[in-house]
């Protein structure tokens, strides 16, 4: 029986591997997300993405 980390499971939800988010957690490098990892990760928190917390996003 494999048993799966947080961290693993919140990597394959929003589309990166468990090394990044632990890396993320550790402060080793800082989360570069897009729109769709971002409202994955949102919908996951139980948050909701608004126009004020995407506004830094509007340079796509």
Do not use: H, Y
């Amino acid at each position: 029986m494999r048993i799966l980390s947080l961290d693993s499971v919140l990597a394959r939800i929003i589309g990166v591997t468990g090394k990044t988010v632990s890396n993320w957690e550790r402060g080793i490098s800082t989360a570069s997300l897009t729109i769709p990892q971002l409202k994955a990760l949102c919908t996951v928190l139980g948050q909701i993405v608004n126009r004020e917390f995407c506004k830094p996003c509007r340079g796509f």
